[in-house]
């Protein structure tokens, strides 16, 4: 028998010579002495593998020879335990093991309530119901031994999510005094996310002030961190959002609290100006604080950009504070600060405010670190600002052009018109092309955008300082620059851009300010005015035609001021042309002449008011004997067609206020042309 074994191991010996095994027991072909190529099959293995078990069953003998000397792949250890009775044994360990922890059972049942409950469009509401009842009763009055365990941690957030008010209340009282803790937490964290998400008070109240005093651990622990800043972002009040940041100021802030009752503010400024003896330490504090965190590359917190705009806002631009902080944040060699800041309120603050204060040289280091970002900048709520302090900064119109235009307005000539329509129609996108034609209108930003007015004019105070060029030559260099690419667009996507308000205005704008051969632009313009007016789809057709341009307000407007060729100019009472001129109305007049009447009589009739009145226009005749031979159509019009959307709307605000609005109805601009063809 032993002969036996001994010629299963010499087997196992000969394959070992003559082939490589992976861990799987395979067989890999090896190259012999000789050139050849020789590959054992898995079969010779599993016959020599019988032959030694045979061996062993006959005898009541294990060998000892490893399955590497082998080559038998056994499952049996050298106990004689099958690899299958080990792996069972251990799960069975492990079971015995849970299950001796603490609140096994009720974990367990936690879970398959979980299991069942986070599959919600399998279960009904009524079951649903009886779910979370039932897991309410498992873990009422023991929630925070549940918290700090991954897995039931889960069924708790479940709970949260489908409790009532007044269980997500219970649960935030008896979670009272762990939520600093909870954190710190790789899974609770989570927990204190759905409690907020639902903006109750109640909760908030509990939970925001559970972080006082803990700002500098927390901001600086890797999952803390997030949590306190998304707290600090988006769910608390302006009192509590003051007594966070000015932890920021020193650890006696950390400490004491403002009495009740006294205003809190987060304003170092103020705060010094109180107690200037506290400015030093303060200021060190804040700045190291922050360089902590900078170093660390814990540079994404709003938090952050808030303390350091703070910090900035409190130094002298020609002390060696300032010079140290302006370094600091050009060494941040990934840019990943810079970035961050630009997404933020205060962040996009701070970087405008460098720019201004900057060399050319400083402000094109700190302009390198957006390379590639410049597009989602743009439709930023605040990155944009960045965009906007750049025009009027850069005195190196060349270097502009080419870092953001390349970008905004693309690249690619294919999808040049898919940029400018995003941007001519997007809020925010709209003033990086628009600020430079109309520069600070009321039109462009709006109340939403106070923000932006008020960093312009911070930096146009700092820049008289800082820049050497005239802002008028920059603002026309910018525009030539720009031009080509707009007017490209504005030919090539002539309806998608006059389909929306914000479209007419960007192309009106592009058309009276842009430099260069605009021929193609307008000829695409005038194409979007042709066909019937009040054409309607057919009565078996999938859906309703879009309105013609004609009848929309931005439309007619747009109209009205491209053949007047310029802008009204309230000062001087006139129409300001632009040179050289547009001569629209020529272009246009051909497009709708065969339905100038459904014009004349709709909501565009200033539009063909306009005509009229243009200098430059070469068929006035033909139009006045139109409109003439149609006097019938224009005088129902004047007094029985009914008011636009506009005059209605105007009507109302004046009823509203008490005003007198028996004024006749009709179209106003119809009234206009007959009082024209009767001249």
Not at 133 to 160: C, M, N, S, Y
Not at 250 to 269: C, I
Not at 619 to 634: D, F, H, Q
Request: contains cysteine.
């Amino acid at each position: 028998m032993a002969t036996k074994s001994s010629s299963a191991a010499a087997a196992g010996g000969k394959r070992k010579a003559f082939g490589k095994h992976n861990e799987d027991g395979r067989t890999k072909a090896v190259k012999t002495t000789s050139g050849k190529k020789h590959i054992k099959a898995e079969a010779e293995d599993n016959e020599s593998s019988d032959e030694s078990s045979d061996a062993e069953f006959h005898t009541g003998e294990t060998t000892t020879s490893t399955p590497n000397e082998s080559g038998n792949g056994s499952n049996e250890t050298k106990s004689g335990t099958s690899s299958r009775e080990a792996h069972a044994k251990q799960k069975q360990l492990a079971q015995e093991r849970k299950n001796a922890k603490p609140l096994a059972d009720e974990v367990h049942r936690t879970k398959k309530l979980w299991e069942k409950l986070r599959r919600k469009s399998h279960v009904l509401k009524e079951e649903r119901q009886q779910l979370v009842e039932e897991l309410f009763t498992i873990i009422t009055g023991r929630i925070k031994d549940f918290v700090l365990k991954h897995d039931a941690v889960r069924a708790v957030q479940t709970a949260v999510k489908y409790a009532t008010p007044v269980q997500r209340r219970q649960i935030a009282k008896e979670l009272q005094g762990t939520y600093a803790q909870l954190a710190e937490s790789r899974y609770a964290k989570f927990l204190i996310g759905k409690l907020l998400v639902q903006n109750d008070k109640e909760i908030r109240d509990i939970i925001v002030p559970e972080f006082y005093g803990k700002v500098r651990k927390l901001i600086n622990h890797a999952e803390g961190s997030w949590i306190l800043d998304d707290v600090y972002r988006g769910v608390v009040t302006k009192e509590q959002k003051a007594n966070l940041l000015r932890e920021w100021y020193g650890p006696e802030f950390a400490l004491f609290r403002q009495p009740k009752g006294t205003e809190v503010t987060g304003d170092l400024s103020k705060i010094l100006a109180d107690e200037p003896s506290k400015r030093t330490t303060a200021m060190k504090y804040l700045f190291d604080m922050a360089n902590g965190l900078i170093q660390k590359k814990m540079t994404g917190f709003t938090m952050l950009h808030d303390a350091l705009l703070q910090y900035f806002l409190n130094l002298n631009p020609e002390s060696e504070e300032f010079k140290e902080f302006f370094e600091t944040i050009k060494e941040d060699e990934t840019g990943d600060l810079l970035k961050n800041m630009a997404f933020t309120k205060s962040g996009a603050r701070l970087v405008c405010l460098l720019l201004a204060h900057g060399t050319a040289k400083d402000r094109k280091q700190l302009l390198k670190a957006y390379k590639d970002t410049y597009q989602l900048m743009s439709g930023d709520n605040h990155a944009h600002a960045i965009i906007l302090a750049a025009y009027d900064l850069l005195d190196d119109t060349v270097l502009t052009s080419k870092t953001i235009f390349s970008e905004i307005l693309g690249k690619n000539e294919e999808k040049d018109a898919e940029h400018v329509i995003f941007l001519a129609n997007d809020l925010n996108a709209r003033t990086t092309v628009l600020y430079l034609f109309e520069g600070m209108s009321k039109a462009l930003f709006p109340a939403s955008h106070a923000t932006d007015l008020e960093i312009l004019k911070e930096i146009h105070e700092i820049r008289t300082k800082t820049s050497k060029k005239d802002a008028e030559v920059r603002r026309k260099e910018l525009v030539t620059a720009m031009s080509s690419q707009l007017l490209a667009a504005i030919a090539s996507s002539p309806a998608d851009l006059v389909a929306t308000s914000f479209g007419c205005q960007f192309v009106t704008d592009v058309l009276l300010s842009a430099t260069g051969d605009k021929k193609a632009a307008l000829e695409a313009i005038a194409s979007t005015a042709g066909g019937d007016p009040n054409a309607e789809a057919p009565k078996d057709a999938y859906q309703a035609l879009p309105p013609h341009i004609s009848t929309t307000i931005h439309g007619g407007r747009m109209f009205k001021t491209l053949i007047a060729g310029g802008r009204f100019d309230k000062a001087t009472g006139s129409i300001q042309k632009v040179d050289p001129p547009l001569n629209f109305a020529d272009l246009l007049y051909p497009v709708i002449k065969d339905h100038i009447v459904q014009w004349a009589t709709g909501p565009s009739s200033w539009s063909v008011l306009a005509m009229l009145e243009a200098s430059d226009f070469s068929s006035k005749k033909e139009l006045l004997k139109t409109l003439k031979s149609n006097k019938k159509a224009l005088i129902k019009a004047a007094t029985e067609a009914p008011a636009s959307k506009k005059e209605e709307m105007e009507e109302k605000s004046k009823a509203k206020k008490g005003k007198d609005t028996s004024a006749p109805k009709g179209n106003q601009g119809s009234k206009l042309l007959l009082e024209k063809l009767d001249a």
